[in-house]
């Protein structure tokens, strides 16, 4: 198989959502930006480390191997406070394997129930992986905020319909995708990665 390598970037993920997210995240960088999406024969990933490093850094470094192609991954989980920051690294999979997110939504929604609203203190957490040649870096992105009793909007992936972020009244999945793009957890870790990526192409 052949991989275009000249500014050219590999999202390690297949998500729909994810790819779109980061996709605008990183507009700014006018590079060529690929995903496991448009690979459809590379290897699934298996997500088996114990931190939101530990995936983001497996995935980055297999897709990179796999195509000498430049790759860009994330973990991100949902830490709530009340249950001891779980679900944590295994959100994607917290109802079981293969599961959809209203199925994540639903097991969180019955292990909070009748949490009052004040402790229901949450935040999302992400780890960005970006692997080159010769070079392997992280950033890190925390957004806080709360999490309702009954999921609202329809926009966004995951966890996005119970989470409000603080400062504001709606949930990420009611939110405009500029506006999410703008103070997420996901566009704090790869704002910072734009830097280091941006400084990496200017070489290659």
Not at 118 to 138: D, P
Not at 187 to 192: D, L, P, R, S, Y
């Amino acid at each position: 198989m052949a991989f275009q390598s000249t500014k050219t970037l590999i999202l390690a993920t297949r998500n729909p959502g994810k790819v779109e997210e980061i996709t605008s995240i990183l507009s700014g960088l006018h590079l060529t930006v690929k995903s496991l999406l448009d690979y459809p024969n590379l290897p699934e990933v298996v997500e088996d480390g114990q931190t939101l490093e530990e995936n983001a850094l497996k995935k980055a470094r297999e897709i990179f191997r796999a195509t000498a192609v430049p790759a860009l991954s994330d973990d991100t989980g949902l830490e709530v406070f009340y249950l001891g920051m779980k679900p944590g690294v295994f959100s994607a999979r917290y109802a079981g394997e293969n599961v959809s997110y209203a199925d994540n939504n639903r097991k969180l929604l019955a292990e909070l129930k009748n949490v009052p609203i004040n402790e229901r203190r949450a935040q999302f957490r992400c780890v960005a992986a970006f692997i080159g040649k010769g070079v392997e870096r992280t950033t890190h992105g925390v957004c806080p905020g709360r999490l309702l009793d009954e999921v609202r909007g329809s926009g966004g992936f995951g966890y996005d319909p119970l989470f409000v972020p603080d400062g504001y009244e709606e949930t990420f999945a009611q939110l405009p995708g500029n506006v999410k793009n703008s103070i997420s957890h996901r566009a704090m870790a790869f704002g910072q990665m734009e830097t280091i990526i941006a400084e990496y192409f200017t070489h290659f």
